[in-house]
């Protein structure tokens, strides 16, 4: 087992020197976590079928969900995939470097073992100076899920990272905070009407007001099969049960005072995750507040690092509201239901 070495990072301007050191563990084949504008990445050689071993080993990741591949320039793609469609150009122009994951048919290049033996590779550009410089120092695109143990909520700081990670790689970039807090939105461009398989930084309208019309899996809906293996997984769980209530700000906050008061009175610690808007109307529980609903940005940087804290509280149920799903607000929901187990409540 590796010692895990953490080193802090000038998240503007990176020092070379630790650059540098993280670059050559990961072109010796070892793993090292990195900051990205999204979540922490957990990185390897994306072409290194070994490599893509000891990520899915790290995080006790299922074989079949594929990594995203990560890279620092334009020109480093073609050296990845079989074509670049025209759409696909238009977004990397528009989104890249930025949080926007685009499917491609992979080169043979890329091992199926980064790929969870599929034929298309998902890729992206990281908007950070430190995830780039890494890329770029390592002179090989880096394959980089999220740096949690599979299943946990993902990680927004080196804290997290290590918490999950600690003594399974050899070493963890800490560059502070990230700044969007849930993933990538992963694309397909396969069909005629672009696909969103994974919710995520970039909006469905920021993608729209270039795309025309764009989908969301169907498959991501309780009980379907969604097209991106990984989205199958239960994931960003607390170790809490959780429910989600939705509905008219009143009938949420109604709801969850009752319903707190119903858990308290049979013995259950209870979270409260409530929002600037209501935290001061609850009188029982953990009561945190996750952001503002009126700046949605507010809510997803802080979503796993709330639901870590009710872990670290040893709450046994936590109640969420729920929150509009415009703008990131849609992958903040994902998010939050398959934390939950899809476990919803409508009032
Ligand atoms: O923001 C992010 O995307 C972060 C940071 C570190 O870049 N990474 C991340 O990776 O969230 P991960 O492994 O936790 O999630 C990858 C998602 C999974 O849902 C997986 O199924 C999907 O991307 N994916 C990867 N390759 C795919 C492919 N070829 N086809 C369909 N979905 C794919
Ligand atoms: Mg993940």
């Not at 893509?52 to 995203?68: E, T, V």
């Not at 298309?120 to 950070?128: D, E, G, Y």
């Not at 170790?239 to 939705?246: I, L, R, S």
Request: charged share 25%.
């Amino acid at each position: 087992m590796p010692n895990t070495n953490i080193v802090a990072v000038d998240k503007n301007r990176p020092e070379r020197d630790k650059i540098k050191r993280a670059a050559e563990i990961i072109r010796k084949g070892g793993l090292v976590a990195f900051p990205t504008e999204t979540v922490y990445g957990l990185g390897g050689n994306a072409l290194d079928e070994n490599a893509a071993k000891k990520i899915y080993a790290a995080k006790g990741r299922p074989q079949d969900n594929p990594l995203i591949v990560h890279i620092s320039s334009h020109l480093q793609l073609d050296q990845l995939v079989k074509e670049i469609p025209v759409r696909a150009r238009i977004l990397m122009d528009k989104f890249w470097p930025g949080p926007l994951t685009i499917i491609f048919y992979k080169k043979d290049i890329v091992p199926y073992g980064t790929t969870g033996g599929l034929d298309t590779v998902a890729i992206r550009m990281p908007a950070h100076p430190v995830a780039l410089e890494l890329i770029s120092e390592a002179k090989v695109p880096i394959a980089a899920p999220s740096a949690n143990i599979s299943g946990r909520p993902s990680p927004v700081c080196a804290k997290d990272v290590a918490e999950d990670l600690s003594g399974r790689i050899e070493m963890i970039l800490d560059g502070g905070a990230t700044s969007v807090g849930v993933e990538s939105t992963v694309l397909d461009l396969s069909e005629k009407v672009p696909m969103i398989l994974r919710p995520g930084g970039v909006t469905r309208e920021d993608l729209e007001e270039i795309l025309g019309p764009v989908d969301l899996d169907p498959g991501l809906a309780p009980g379907e099969k969604p097209r991106s293996p990984g989205q199958k997984y239960r994931h960003y769980a607390p170790k809490a049960q959780m429910t989600v209530v939705e509905g008219s700000i009143e009938n949420q906050v109604k709801t969850i005072e009752e319903f707190a008061k119903r858990l308290e009175t049979d013995g259950f610690e209870v979270g409260i995750m409530a929002t600037a808007q209501t935290r001061h109307r609850y009188t029982r529980g953990h009561i945190i507040s996750v952001g503002d609903r009126t700046a949605p940005l507010t809510i997803s940087s802080n979503l796993f690092t709330i639901l870590r804290k009710f872990d670290r509280l040893g709450v046994d149920k936590i109640l969420a509201e729920g929150i509009s799903k415009d703008g990131i607000g849609l992958a903040v929901m994902n998010r939050l239901y398959k934390a939950a187990g899809f476990n919803v409540l409508k009032v």
